[in-house]
């Protein structure tokens, strides 16, 4: 069964979001990808804000690349000036 992650981000302020999404899109996006994730969608909730639901295989790939996904949270935060302000996980129940 599928397993999703959703991840909430903010952005530092006077960092311009369309440059930041740049870097994410060019980058993170592609390394989780590599990762093993099937699938990513980025959410803009506000001026400063984003979702980012990603859809693993199964809840072992996801786990596989955990050492790998922080680290890439790690360079986020100090390379495009964005923070991770809340995750949560599970394994899709029900998909229409």
């Not at 870097?23 to 001026?47: D, H, M, Q, Y």
């Not at 390379?79 to 996980?89: P, S």
Request: glycine share 6%.
């Amino acid at each position: 069964m599928s397993y999703v992650t959703i991840t909430t981000w903010e952005i530092a302020d006077g960092v311009d979001y369309h440059i930041s999404l740049r870097a994410i899109e060019e980058k993170r996006l592609p390394a989780l990808k590599g990762f093993g994730a099937s699938r990513i969608t980025v959410i803009r909730t506000s001026e400063r804000t984003s979702a980012a639901i990603t859809v693993w295989p199964d809840k072992a790939t996801r786990d596989a690349a955990e050492l790998k996904i922080n680290e890439v949270r790690r360079s986020v935060h100090t390379e495009d000036k964005t923070r991770m302000t809340g995750e949560m996980k599970g394994e899709i129940v029900a998909d229409l």
